[in-house]
């Protein structure tokens, strides 16, 4: 869900959802020593701290500058292209690691393994103020193991004018956003406009669970069970299958659905994308633009997809009192650094609700309902939700949606496949 692309609907800060590609593991231990950030003057043990390589420009300046502003360590931060994830799974396991890093989650398998620290203690005071849906999945047995650094987000962008001379209002349940597509896209025949575009494989990638939440349905429950395991889910994701079979979407875009290029060209009457396009998008279409959360199916309720990287301190680290009280400082208490990370080098939503709703740039318009949406409706995949129940899952949206496979039976064997992985888990 970031710019860069997605394959779910989880997010973390401009990867958001998505896998990066790149290094492979031979060679990433090599490098884990490696200085790329100039260290800060402060006196104290000296500490290194991780980041994945970011899109915008001037982020990675940002962050060095942060810490070179610490003074109570001398804290050296590296850029890390390539496969982030890959890497820092690899560094965890040596002592050449990080003491402060980036983590996409964290996964459950780095916290059961011992390979990062609670940090529950430094977030204590202010834990309220930051977005519940973000911070959930960094709890575990009650504890905090990552505090939230920004939020991504997805929604419904629909142009204002192209409705309108379609007699379309903005839809608020699945079932009028389906016919909206469908007359949007009968409306604009002959200029061969679309209703609705989903990316360039329908959906299946960008959507993921955000239609099983729309339904009131989850991926797994408060008491770690499967949670679309409802004729609820069929029903749903049958619906999303029909706005491909009645050939509303979009397909074959120049860019796809991170990218905001064909909902500004026209293209489209609608598109799902990042609120990071939202710029973008304003400055092109003006006012002739609104956005909105997936809509509502059933007795469901709307469903925003959001996503926070989260600083975590390894356990391997020689000096985790120090490392902490640095996350503190930058992540907690530092709250000028955490506006300024979430959108002056992008468009981004800060963690804690507090600054979201002071920021200038957040407090009019589209950027205000995308906060609003985020706050009281912003969802994110649970600790449980392995790599495997992803898998199994995504494959099978893909069937329903360009195949017209049967959503009870693609999703019989989802559930089998995600039992399985919850039991594995639990064991361990």
């Given at each position: 869900?970031?710019?860069?692309?997605?394959?779910?609907?989880?997010?973390?800060?401009?990867?958001?959802?998505?896998?990066?590609?790149?290094?492979?593991?031979?060679?990433?231990?090599?490098?884990?020593?490696?200085?790329?950030?100039?260290?800060?003057?402060?006196?104290?043990?000296?500490?290194?701290?991780?980041?994945?390589?970011?899109?915008?420009?001037?982020?990675?300046?940002?962050?060095?500058?942060?810490?070179?502003?610490?003074?109570?360590?001398?804290?050296?931060?590296?850029?890390?292209?390539?496969?982030?994830?890959?890497?820092?799974?690899?560094?965890?396991?040596?002592?050449?690691?990080?003491?402060?890093?980036?983590?996409?989650?964290?996964?459950?398998?780095?916290?059961?393994?011992?390979?990062?620290?609670?940090?529950?203690?430094?977030?204590?005071?202010?834990?309220?103020?930051?977005?519940?849906?973000?911070?959930?999945?960094?709890?575990?047995?009650?504890?905090?193991?990552?505090?939230?650094?920004?939020?991504?987000?997805?929604?419904?962008?629909?142009?204002?004018?192209?409705?309108?001379?379609?007699?379309?209002?903005?839809?608020?349940?699945?079932?009028?956003?389906?016919?909206?597509?469908?007359?949007?896209?009968?409306?604009?025949?002959?200029?061969?406009?679309?209703?609705?575009?989903?990316?360039?494989?329908?959906?299946?990638?960008?959507?993921?669970?955000?239609?099983?939440?729309?339904?009131?349905?989850?991926?797994?429950?408060e008491d770690g069970k499967v949670g679309f395991d409802d004729p609820?889910?069929?029903?749903?994701?049958?619906?999303?299958?029909?706005?491909?079979?009645?050939?509303?979407?979009?397909?074959g875009a120049p860019t796809d659905w991170s990218d905001p290029a064909?909902?500004?060209?026209?293209?489209?009457?609608?598109?799902?994308?990042?609120?990071?396009?939202?710029?973008?998008?304003?400055?092109?279409?003006?006012?002739?633009?609104?956005?909105?959360?997936?809509?509502?199916?059933?007795?469901?309720?709307?469903?925003?997809?959001?996503?926070?990287?989260?600083?975590?301190?390894?356990?391997?680290?020689?000096?985790?009192?120090?490392?902490?009280?640095?996350?503190?400082?930058?992540?907690?208490?530092?709250?000028?650094?955490?506006?300024?990370?979430?959108?002056?080098?992008?468009?981004?939503?800060?963690?804690?609700?507090?600054?979201?709703?002071?920021?200038?740039?957040?407090?009019?318009?589209?950027?205000?309902?995308?906060?609003?949406?985020?706050?009281?409706?912003?969802?994110?995949?649970?600790?449980?939700?392995?790599?495997?129940?992803?898998?199994?899952?995504?494959?099978?949206?893909?069937?329903?949606?360009?195949?017209?496979?049967?959503?009870?039976?693609?999703?019989?064997?989802?559930?089998?496949?995600?039992?399985?992985?919850?039991?594995?888990?639990?064991?361990?």
């Amino acid at each position: 869900m970031t710019r860069d692309g997605g394959t779910g609907f989880g997010i973390g800060r401009r990867r958001l959802l998505a896998t990066a590609g790149g290094a492979a593991l031979t060679g990433v231990l090599a490098a884990c020593g490696s200085n790329t950030g100039r260290g800060g003057k402060g006196s104290g043990p000296a500490l290194s701290q991780w980041y994945h390589q970011y899109g915008e420009p001037g982020t990675e300046a940002a962050v060095k500058r942060y810490a070179a502003a610490y003074d109570k360590a001398r804290v050296t931060v590296q850029w890390r292209p390539g496969d982030y994830d890959r890497q820092t799974a690899a560094a965890l396991l040596t002592d050449s690691g990080p003491d402060v890093f980036e983590v996409d989650g964290p996964r459950l398998d780095q916290i059961k393994g011992g390979q990062i620290v609670d940090v529950t203690e430094q977030i204590e005071s202010v834990k309220d103020d930051f977005n519940q849906a973000v911070l959930k999945p960094k709890i575990w047995d009650g504890r905090i193991w990552a505090v939230p650094q920004t939020i991504d987000t997805q929604l419904l962008f629909y142009r204002k004018s192209l409705l309108r001379a379609a007699g379309v209002q903005p839809p608020q349940s699945v079932d009028e956003l389906v016919e909206a597509a469908k007359t949007l896209t009968r409306h604009r025949r002959k200029d061969k406009v679309k209703g609705l575009f989903l990316g360039n494989d329908g959906g299946a990638a960008v959507l993921g669970g955000t239609p099983l939440f729309a339904a009131g349905l989850s991926l797994i429950t408060e008491d770690g069970k499967v949670g679309f395991d409802d004729p609820a889910a069929a029903r749903v994701l049958g619906k999303v299958r029909q706005l491909y079979a009645d050939g509303s979407l979009l397909l074959g875009a120049p860019t796809d659905w991170s990218d905001p290029a064909a909902f500004i060209q026209g293209l489209t009457a609608m598109q799902w994308s990042g609120l990071w396009a939202l710029p973008q998008v304003k400055k092109a279409l003006g006012d002739d633009f609104g956005v909105l959360p997936f809509p509502k199916d059933g007795a469901g309720k709307p469903a925003v997809p959001v996503g926070a990287y989260g600083s975590a301190v390894s356990a391997r680290s020689k000096h985790q009192k120090e490392a902490k009280a640095f996350v503190k400082w930058l992540w907690v208490d530092g709250t000028d650094k955490q506006e300024d990370f979430a959108l002056s080098y992008g468009f981004h939503i800060p963690a804690r609700i507090s600054l979201a709703k002071k920021a200038k740039q957040l407090q009019e318009g589209a950027a205000a309902e995308a906060v609003r949406f985020a706050t009281d409706h912003g969802f994110a995949e649970p600790l449980l939700w392995t790599t495997a129940s992803r898998t199994a899952y995504q494959d099978a949206l893909n069937h329903i949606i360009k195949d017209g496979a049967n959503p009870e039976t693609e999703l019989k064997a989802v559930v089998r496949k995600v039992n399985s992985e919850l039991q594995r888990a639990k064991k361990k």
